[in-house]
T-cell receptor, first 116, second 111 residues
Framework: GAVVSQHPSRVICKSGTSVKIECRSLDFQATTMFWYRQFPKQSLMLMATSNEGSKATYEQGVEKDKFLINHASLTLSTLTVTSAHPEDSSFYIC????????????FGPGTRLTVL | QKEVEQDPGPLSVPEGAIVSLNCTYSNSAFQYFMWYRQYSRKGPELLMYTYSSGNKEDGRFTAQVDKSSKYISLFIRDSQPSDSATYLCAMSEGGYQKVTFGTGTKLQVIP
């Protein structure tokens, strides 16, 4: 299967700081990447769709000024959690859509964010 | 009513058992159906991908889609302890529409 990497795998930060998470598709070019959030024992919640070279599309209820997404190349998308607060602590997972496969997504390993 | 319903479990079975995991959905426009496996604290891994109704087999895994009943299943034969994970169903209308995930069923295969 396709390989998607995510960095860092785990981050602990103080309240008020910003955290950047990188998502890379390693063996294919992804024009579209997705950012999800997952709380314990809950399903994936789509936060935003990241399109290369254009602005991200955010889901209802997701603050675009707080969760900044940049998709500067066909293999890299970044999510920056700005002014993080303890309620932002969660498991963040990115995925990449493989060209030619309209609906299959390949997921990264996830980033566990803990805000103190 | 959620678009996709999935029993969260947990489901515990002895090693070697046949496992049946299911999802129901309400959107009749869904055409693409996926099953993902997620180990604890890891990202989901695509297991099976099917289009429209029918069966698809891959090794010990069989995916079934019954669009008339809006019901999909994943069967695991000869289950192994390494199959212990959370299984998420997912589906979409196609045409680059959003993929909707179930809440996941936690499976434990006991040696």
């Amino acid at each position: 299967g396709a390989v998607v990497s995510q960095h860092p795998s785990r981050v602990i930060c103080k309240s008020g700081t910003s955290v950047k998470i990188e998502c890379r598709s390693l063996d294919f070019q992804a024009t579209t990447m997705f950012w999800y959030r997952q709380f314990p024992k809950q399903s994936l919640m789509l936060m935003a769709t990241s399109n290369e070279g254009s602005k991200a599309t955010y889901e209802q209820g997701v603050e675009k000024d707080k969760f900044l997404i940049n998709h500067a190349s066909l293999t890299l998308s970044t999510l920056t959690v700005t002014s993080a607060h303890p309620e932002d602590s969660s498991f963040y997972i990115c995925s990449a859509r493989r060209p030619g496969a309209t609906d299959t997504q390949y997921f990264g390993p996830g980033t566990r964010l803990t805000v103190l | 009513q959620k678009e996709v319903e999935q029993d969260p479990g947990p489901l515990s079975v002895p090693e070697g058992a046949i496992v049946s995991l299911n999802c129901t959905y309400s959107n009749s426009a869904f055409q693409y159906f996926m099953w993902y496996r997620q180990y604890s604290r890891k990202g989901p891994e695509l297991l099976m991908y099917t289009y429209s109704s029918g069966n698809k087999e891959d090794g010990r895994f069989t995916a079934q889609v019954d669009k008339s009943s809006k019901y999909i299943s994943l069967f695991i034969r000869d289950s192994q302890p390494s199959d212990s994970a959370t299984y998420l169903c997912a589906m979409s209308e196609g045409g680059y529409q959003k993929v909707t995930f179930g809440t996941g069923t936690k499976l434990q295969v006991i040696p």
